[in-house]
């Protein structure tokens, strides 16, 4: 993909001004909510709910700090921002159903280099059917910057909230972690080795599923589906952006409970497993730190088992405790390890 | 007010880490609107509106682009980021209700300087009777940004757009306009000065109105109250955020209509006509390209004028016409001059 093409069309944001940009970057974006009344061109958008409660979440990436163009294509970037954005949504039980997106961009960006992003963002809008209705595009003094804010909806009685995990609930898991953060591995050593030798042609094939994991995460709308096809309300539930350990501590600080978690049940997937033994580093680590992956971690009464089971695509991996048995890691060893979180801070 | 004061107990937001600084800068926000189920904390706020629909506005400020800490405190900072996107909600004939607010800092920034710019949101969620209900904090390699996205409520019908003035309708605007782009100008003209004598102590008595234009707008709520306390709906609607000849504009192209506008109507403070003898400026030209006063500008059918002639505060500027009359300014000299944007561009 070209990431910042000069061709003879290539525009320059300055000749454009405000308005064009946004008109040209908007203009194919169609809307699929009925929820949708005015979108992106008024000073505000119109959403019009009945009988839902509304979800609002935000979040903002700075290029340098979230994300490296170096090995970010700009279209994976907007599709990952918007995913990113509704998995925050999905966590809380709901359905996502419009998006704003602000954007500042320093003058080494071009049109084309912003519709790249933009493709990826309407990319995600289309397979998560979710409207684009606003947003605002500026100029910064240095690099890419992306905040997003997503919007949706959810029955009242239907909303998980991170504080409602109760002692000898279930800790399930959705598909595997760890796998994005290898893939970030995996870029960054490709790129060392490019700046060495930039002839270099790097053979990625093996892993595949891993930059997959890094670069087009997706969000668990699914199990959301899942969820409600089911009639399963999780007690609490997050996302993992940060890393399972940092996202546990979440559920057991806001519940006051404590957990064991075991470290056999972990789900990771096998190209993480041989990725990890050619670095030399440990699986688990990973999956407690690692982040990004967008899955979802949440807690089920026991009654509710033999639904879970129904899906193939989630696994318990412990069980909520007593608070004063402490956020703990069983290892295959059977040692209790009390989980530190170790997750991504941005500061 | 002290900027970035570096005391004993001055804090390093990479100590604290992004939950910490997060709680740390919202703790003693409280909420006022019973729609606000659930706030900051969570993956995403909680927000329920029964009968009305939802209106979504959003705004990104980035340091060294649309705002120069040198002469803008921290606090007046986030006190105007927050009145420049009630603004648009407002001008939708709309009342807010929630705000996000995401921000990214740089290392130059510590905790302290933090609650400067908190302080001055919280103020103006305070004054306004607006809820902060989520947001994210992160680092940036340069500089600060603010991302803030304002949600308000209105009864469908109530709502006003930008497309719906008619021929004949009167062009109304709130209180006084241009005052806010002179009082950019003087604090240039002063910061200048100091660089060339920072021991030189400028006296700023005479222009207090100009700055605080400038420092601290106030978005026209009061305004909305009264359209719906006189039964007035405007057939369209706009803020002043880019200055009136970018605004009307707006309201003629999405309306397709023309407008004939006078210029011996346009509503001037005092201090900004003596600062425009001082400054060697045209206070009409000021009026129309200078931006940031967070007045309305809208439409009424001519049936409203009795209604809106209660309001002091209002002033009739010119009426609606068929577009093939173009949008004129009407000179003192009787003289019909095309009006052609040169609001404030961001690129």
Redesign the interface.
């Known amino acids: 993909m070209k990431k910042d093409s000069k061709t003879k069309s290539s525009k320059k944001?300055?000749d454009?001004?405000?308005f064009e940009?946004i008109n040209q970057l908007t203009k194919d974006f169609i809307n699929s909510n009925e929820s949708t009344?005015?979108g992106v061109?008024?000073?505000?958008?119109?959403?019009?709910?009945n009988d839902n409660?509304?979800?609002?979440?935000?979040?903002?990436?700075?290029?340098?700090?979230?994300f490296d163009l170096a090995y970010m294509p700009l279209k994976h970037l907007g599709y990952k921002a918007v995913v990113s954005n509704l998995?925050?949504?999905y966590?809380?039980n709901?359905i996502c159903t419009?998006i704003?997106v602000?954007?500042?961009v320093s003058n080494r960006f071009n049109l084309e280099s912003l519709e790249e992003l933009y493709l990826g963002i309407k990319t995600a809008c289309k397979f998560y059917k979710v409207d684009l209705?606003?947003?605002?595009?500026?100029?910064?003094?240095?690099?890419l910057?992306i905040?997003i804010?997503?919007?949706?909806k959810?029955k009242?009685k239907a909303?998980v909230?991170?504080?409602g995990a109760k002692i000898n609930d279930l800790i399930v898991v959705s598909g595997d972690i760890g796998s994005a953060y290898m893939g970030l591995q995996v870029l960054e050593r490709e790129n060392e080795v490019f700046k060495v030798n930039p002839a270099n042609q790097p053979d990625l094939s093996d892993y595949t599923y891993l930059l997959k994991r890094q670069l087009k995460p997706e969000a668990r709308k699914d199990i959301i589906d899942f969820f409600d096809k089911n009639k399963v309300i999780p007690t609490s539930m997050?996302?993992i952006s940060d890393g399972l350990s940092s996202e546990i501590m979440h559920i057991c600080k806001?519940s006051d409970i404590g957990c064991d978690i075991y470290e056999e049940k972990i789900p990771l997937s096998e190209e993480l497993k041989s990725a990890c033994d050619e670095f030399k580093l440990h699986p688990t680590t990973i999956a407690l730190s690692g982040g990004e992956d967008y899955e979802l971690l949440f807690t089920i009464n026991q009654k509710d088992y033999e639904k879970i089971k129904k899906s193939n695509d989630l696994t318990v991996i412990g069980y909520i405790t007593d608070s004063k048995n402490g956020i703990n890691l069983v290892t295959k060893s059977e040692e209790k390890v009390p989980i530190i979180s170790q997750g991504w801070?941005?500061?």
């Open positions: 944001l300055t454009l001004g405000e940009v009344v005015l061109g008024d000073d505000a958008a119109v959403i019009d709910f409660q509304i979800l609002v979440s935000t979040d903002m990436m700075v290029e340098g700090v979230h998995s925050d949504i966590s809380m709901g419009q704003t602000s954007i500042a209705v606003g947003g605002d595009t500026t100029s910064s003094t240095k690099g910057i905040s804010t997503a919007i949706g959810a009242s909303i909230k991170r504080n997050i996302d806001n801070k941005s500061f």
